[in-house]
């Protein structure tokens, strides 16, 4: 299948299970990714990568019925799918149109709803705040950093939670730091492997 916007990558159906539901939605895998990336431009949103599928299945896990929850970076909308089986009102952002189009598109072949919004870090355009911020592999980039504690403080609710996950990278210590140093609580934990992958969830909330 491919996605307008996104010539020459080739998307898969996936199976997966989410709490109780079975999903189909479609991703590309990573080697799919890189043999499409000639010009240096093609992003690594397309991917199920595993932090969004262990986010993903921990949110499904949850009781979420009728709380607001946004993602940040949807990608595919991993994490939103799981939200949403979980009962959650949901909003999905990104800033590649390609990637909203596959959330609405994996939302509704599921039976799912959810809501996709185009947003942009460096100019944010929600101003509703929420209970539950999550995002899966948001931390990577550090010149990123300081837009997405922005939108994070922009975004949550008093007394409401960050929920973010990856791998373990080193950068994510930095953006750790930098949270801490701007009035933010961490707490790490490690969540079930995908495959041969460690997945560790970051817990944050403003102090104070």
């Not at 479609?26 to 080697?31: C, P």
């Not at 010009?39 to 969004?52: D, E, H, I, K, L």
């Given at each position: 299948?491919q996605?307008?916007?996104?010539?020459?990558?080739?998307?898969?159906d996936l199976k997966?299970?989410?709490?109780d539901?079975?999903?189909s939605?479609?991703?590309?895998?990573?080697?799919?990714v890189?043999?499409?990336?000639?010009?240096?431009a093609t992003p690594y949103?397309?991917?199920a990568?595993?932090a969004?599928?262990?986010?993903?299945?921990?949110?499904?896990?949850?009781?979420?019925?009728?709380i607001?929850?946004l993602?940040?970076g949807?990608?595919?909308?991993?994490?939103?799918?799981?939200?949403?089986?979980?009962?959650a009102?949901?909003i999905?952002?990104d800033?590649?149109p390609a990637?909203?189009?596959?959330v609405?598109?994996?939302a509704?072949r599921?039976?799912l709803t959810?809501?996709?919004a185009?947003?942009?870090?460096r100019a944010?355009?929600?101003?509703?705040?929420f209970?539950l911020?999550v995002?899966s592999?948001?931390?990577?980039?550090p010149?990123?950093?300081?837009?997405?504690l922005?939108?994070?403080?922009?975004?949550?609710?008093?007394d409401g939670?960050v929920?973010?996950?990856?791998p373990?990278?080193l950068?994510t210590t930095?953006?750790?730091?930098?949270?801490q140093?701007a009035?933010w609580?961490?707490k790490?934990e490690?969540l079930?492997?995908?495959?041969?992958?460690?997945?560790f969830l970051?817990r944050?909330?403003?102090?104070?």
């Amino acid at each position: 299948m491919q996605v307008p916007g996104l010539p020459g990558v080739r998307f898969r159906d996936l199976k997966l299970k989410l709490g109780d539901r079975h999903l189909s939605v479609y991703s590309a895998s990573s080697v799919d990714v890189l043999s499409s990336n000639t010009s240096g431009a093609t992003p690594y949103w397309p991917v199920a990568w595993p932090a969004g599928l262990g986010l993903a299945r921990y949110l499904a896990a949850q009781d979420l019925r009728g709380i607001p929850v946004l993602e940040v970076g949807c990608g595919v909308g991993i994490s939103a799918l799981g939200a949403a089986v979980a009962g959650a009102e949901v909003i999905a952002t990104d800033n590649e149109p390609a990637a909203l189009r596959l959330v609405r598109m994996n939302a509704h072949r599921n039976g799912l709803t959810l809501r996709a919004a185009a947003a942009d870090w460096r100019a944010w355009p929600l101003a509703a705040r929420f209970p539950l911020v999550v995002g899966s592999d948001v931390t990577y980039e550090p010149a990123a950093f300081p837009a997405l504690l922005e939108i994070l403080s922009l975004s949550l609710a008093p007394d409401g939670e960050v929920l973010l996950t990856d791998p373990g990278r080193l950068m994510t210590t930095t953006f750790q730091q930098m949270a801490q140093a701007a009035g933010w609580s961490w707490k790490t934990e490690p969540l079930p492997r995908e495959g041969l992958q460690a997945v560790f969830l970051y817990r944050l909330r403003r102090e104070g």
